[in-house]
């Protein structure tokens, strides 16, 4: 029995619940829809391939609201491929010769029109109580090309695959029902030269506001500090949408990261007019702010709130960071008043095994390893990432330098430099915009830099507080270097810097891009036939220069700000010096996985701040016994002395920005380094011959994001005294409970296995469709019919005069017939009541769906098998009624194989999820021969 007291307690919180959510419904809800979307590819040119899409006498051009094909709001998907977002198709393809050198030979897009067009389906309801509110999708970047359709209504074309862009669907909202969200993705172009992915691959939100809100990104903080204080302009602009005129009250408020209120103004205005828009702002003041800063990145946070006649009718929130930030032409980059070196790379944004479609917890898996390597910057290259990956270097202290893709004058450029601009100026990590990256046709002479005039002069327009770069690797004299505001330098071996800076003299400068150099982890001899480049640090190429070649450059030259490693992370596509069967490139500190190269050694030696002792290679040399090995050490101890089997090979002293390098004459044991810090030993480093592999280790790669759903695993084998094992290669296989596999990889540059395992699914057509009267309404295939009477079905139909009845035949063909296999028919009602038959066997529909029959393999042949469809007919109501003819599809689904990977050099990794309601996720992993290991989350 509930006491009076408890009772009350109840019902105060329900109202006090109840009162919440009414007052939010009011506000605005950001609804992420990623789950349960519906997936088919279509075709590039051919019509019937793209399921008949614009072919209709009037198109979704023609007459509003005729999206045809699968745009049609009641269009049967139900045989589509369910997936959640975020998706990228290319990954999911196999490798081929014939693919794109770019893209990482994924056989998709381009050369491949069965493979270039994706579309994509969901369903959501909205309810009755949304009418009045303004209802629209927000998507967070397709690649690329992007028509999208709402219940059948045309809402635009998006062309860039790297920006992100809403639709307003208020108009055609079906209120207290379902609504059709449809997507068609033409990736059969490519935007870049580096592995671009397919398909939605970041994330789509359902956006609800009041009629008068704050427009999508819409806010812009600045601010200015004076002495210890900051004065922050909070600029908003805002739409009306509806009909109200009047007063509106405007109230911005700065939360610090423990949520305490730190500042507020506010101000009345009259409401914009009808589908008008007006800038408000607010100068507020907060005394002694926290700064954004590498250690310590503070965050704050705004929240701005439109008022109506005390109601609050939105509320939008703006991370940001308060920090001071110059590039100055004599002494490099300062943050805050304090000159800090840019230790940067440059990176794209596949990763192993996912391709694209990265969960956000992998962007902070991907600067946490960055950082831990001592970056300290990154720059997107070459083109505007996803919002998460700013969110990752705001809330982990990494600069950022944001690019836009194409150079240009029109809108098409100018667009999307504005739209990059505007949605990430709030980011206190990005500390320079850069409008281009090595635009080879213009960037010596005078069109590039007319170009690069106007596109600076216009960033200025968006964002006074930052300054601008291109990245450029010729003529570092004219063109576009004569009038950047920052000199992007790309290469040592492009042109003479020194020269340059002599000669502007104004202008500060970094290296937007160096080293680009060649390494397979885990290789110390290069070997041209299976595509290896040995891991230690050295001149690529005639007129590229070694990673601590480029670094020496640029720290012994106080007015360069630092530069962009070319590039942190191994990315698809590129696999130069090689080609097929590379796929990925060897230009990376790490691998695609994340794993480390040994030139992270050198640069945590120099770029970061703990002690470091690292000793390569490995020491696994069976069959080069005495043979000469050359093993470097990486460190920033004053001396490091190496010991082979407890023998000194002697005490070598480390020189500024260098490492240490022996000759030592390979036999098994162990290779032993001892560092020493003003003549006392600090660290030790050891390299030890190992056994064979006995066991598979499972473990959560330290950068993980704690408590996350997504984890990023470590495989490798350990021999009988639990050592890593480096040179490994087992096959390894998976298996998971409570959750689910995203994707594998290992960093093998040449590695043709799959990234994913996922269940084929074919989708049959029902071919030559007959059919034959019926005299009654008797619907069993015993009642009497001429097997020589067959027409065309639904040839010459006279609606106004049909039979009882009609017999229709068909058949499908199966390239097998499995257990294992689901075969379902969809049926499409070609008749009001209907009895179907396969192979001469009645089928009966599913419980769950009446149009859907499961098909048993006992009743099922390898080839040709027959389909009899027997129905009562449909009758038109009016005359001009379209009657489906389209009797449905057979689906067969092939569940895929094992989930496995090889290892290379030691490693393989494995990105998982949790399933949103298990207690736990098991992954367990086995090899031939080896015990098994298992991961609990
Ligand atoms: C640069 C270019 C990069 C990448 C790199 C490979 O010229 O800017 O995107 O292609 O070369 O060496």
Redesign the pocket.
């Known amino acids: 029995m509930k006491t009076t007291f408890q009772k009350l307690l109840f019902y105060t919180s329900f109202l006090i619940c109840f009162t919440v959510l009414a007052q939010k419904k009011s506000e605005r809800e950001l609804i992420l829809i990623d789950k349960d979307w519906r997936f088919s590819f279509g075709h590039l040119y051919d019509t019937k391939k793209d399921f008949g899409h614009a072919e209709g006498y009037f198109s979704y051009l023609t007459k509003t609201g005729f999206g045809d094909g699968p745009a049609a709001k009641d269009f049967d998907d139900r045989a589509w491929r369910k997936l959640d977002l975020p998706h990228d198709w290319a990954v999911e393809q196999p490798f081929s010769e014939s693919a794109s050198f770019s893209h990482g030979f994924k056989a998709a897009g381009k050369n491949y029109p069965e493979k270039s067009i994706g579309w994509y389906r969901k369903k959501i309801t909205i309810p009755n109580e949304d009418l009045g509110r303004i209802i629209s999708l927000k998507f967070d970047g397709v690649f690329r090309n992007s028509k999208v359709f709402f219940n059948g209504f045309y809402l635009g074309t998006h062309e860039s695959g790297y920006n992100g862009f809403e639709y307003d669907v208020t108009a055609y909202v079906n209120y207290g029902g379902e609504n059709t969200i449809v997507v068609r993705v033409d990736a059969s172009m490519e935007e870049?030269?580096?592995y671009e992915g397919a398909g939605i691959y970041r994330h789509v939100y359902l956006q609800k506001t009041n009629p008068i809100h704050v427009v999508a990104n819409g806010t812009y903080v600045t601010s200015e500090l004076k002495n210890n204080d900051a004065d922050v302009i909070a600029a908003v602009t805002i739409e009306n949408k509806g009909n109200f005129k009047g007063a509106i009250e405007i109230t911005q408020t700065v939360f610090d990261s423990n949520n305490k209120q730190v500042a507020l103004g506010s101000e009345n205005v009259l409401a914009p007019e009808f589908y008008q828009k007006a800038n408000y702002s607010s100068k507020l003041y907060i005394k002694k702010p926290l700064l954004w800063d590498l250690d310590s990145p503070n965050l704050y946070h705004l929240q701005t709130q439109i008022k109506q006649d005390g109601k609050v009718i939105d509320n939008y929130e703006t991370s940001f960071g308060i920090r001071s930030i110059e590039l100055n032409p004599e002494k490099g980059f300062f943050l805050n008043g304090k000159q800090v070196k840019l230790k940067g790379t440059?990176n794209h944004q596949d990763h192993a095994g996912i391709g694209t479609a990265v969960p956000d917890e992998i962007q902070y898996y991907r600067i946490k390893k960055l950082k831990e390597m001592g970056s300290n910057a990154y720059r997107c290259?070459?083109h505007p990432p996803t919002p998460e990956l700013l969110d990752a270097c705001d809330k982990l202290g990494m600069l950022v330098i944001d690019e836009t893709r194409l150079m240009g004058i029109n809108d098409y450029h100018l667009n999307d430099l504005q739209q990059m601009m505007e949605r990430d100026r709030n980011h206190p990590s990005i500390f320079c915009w850069s409008v281009g990256?090595?635009e080879w046709q213009i960037e010596g002479g005078i069109t590039g830099e007319r170009i690069t005039q106007v596109m600076q002069h216009f960033a200025k327009s968006i964002d006074p507080t930052r300054p601008v770069t291109v990245?450029i690797?010729s003529g570092f004299k004219s063109g576009i270097s004569s009038v950047v505001e920052i000199m992007g330098y790309?290469?040592l071996g492009n042109g003479d810097i020194d020269a340059h800076r002599n000669q502007f003299k104004n202008q500060p400068g970094m290296g937007t891009?160096e080293g680009?150099t060649f390494a397979t982890r885990g290789i110390y001899f290069t070997d041209d036939v299976k595509h290896y480049q040995s891991a230690y640090d050295k001149k690529p190429r005639p007129t590229?220069y070694s990673i601590e070649e480029g670094w020496k450059f640029y720290a012994e030259r106080p007015y360069l700000a630092g530069m962009f490693i070319?590039?942190g992370f191994d990315y698809r596509g590129?696999p130069?010096p090689y080609g097929w069967p590379s796929v990925t490139?060897y230009?990376g500190m790490m691998d695609v996985c994340g794993f480390p190269k040994d030139n992270v050694f050198y640069l945590k030696s120099w770029w970061g701040k703990e002690p470091v002792l690292h000793l390569l290679p490995h020491w696994n040399w069976s069959g080069k016994e005495g043979q000469e090995i050359d093993v470097w050490a990486y460190s920033n101890c004053d001396e490091v002395e190496l010991f082979l089997n407890k023998k000194s090979l002697g005490k070598k002293k480390m020189e500024l920005n260098g490492h240490l390098e022996w000759k030592v004459k390979y036999v098994a044991g162990t290779l032993e380094a001892i560092g020493y810090k003003n003549g006392k030993k600090v660290l030790m480093e050891i390299q030890k011959t190992t056994g064979n592999p006995e066991a598979v280790k499972l473990s959560l790669d330290k950068e993980n994001q704690p408590n996350s759903k997504v984890s990023v695993i470590t495989v490798e084998v350990t021999d009988k005294k639990g050592l890593h094992v480096p040179t490994a290669d087992n096959e390894i296989t998976f298996d998971i409970k409570g959750g689910k596999i995203l994707g594998v990889g290992n960093g093998n540059p040449t590695s043709l296995e799959n990234d994913q395992f996922i269940d084929d699914l074919e989708m049959v057509s029902i071919m030559n469709l007959q059919e034959q009267k019926g005299n009654t309404t008797d619907l069993s295939l015993k009642s009497n019919y001429n097997e020589n009477e067959w027409i065309t079905a639904f040839k010459d139909r006279n609606y106004k005069n049909q039979a009882p009845s009609y017999i229709y035949k068909g058949n499908f063909e199966l390239k097998s017939v499995s257990d294992k296999n689901q075969v379902h028919f969809f049926y499409k009602k070609i008749g009001i009541a209907a009895e179907v038959y396969i192979n001469g066997n009645k089928i009966n529909p599913s419980a769950e769906d009446l149009q859907k029959y499961v098909l048993d393999a006992k009743i099922l042949k390898q080839g040709n098998n027959s389909i009899y469809i027997i129905t009562t007919p449909l009758q038109k109501i009016k005359d001009w009624d379209v009657m489906n003819t389209d009797p449905g599809i057979i689906q067969v689904i092939t569940p895929a194989e094992s989930w496995k990977r090889k290892l290379f050099n030691g490693y393989a990794q494995i990105i998982i999820q949790k399933d949103e309601n298990a207690k736990e996720v098991v992954l367990s992993a086995s090899a031939k021969g080896l015990r098994a290991g298992s991961f609990k989350n």
Do not use: A, D, R
Request: avoid cysteine; glycine fraction near 10%.
């Open positions: 870049g030269w580096f440059n290259s070459h990256n090595e990245g690797s790309n290469y891009e680009s590229f070319w590039t590129e130069t490139s230009f």
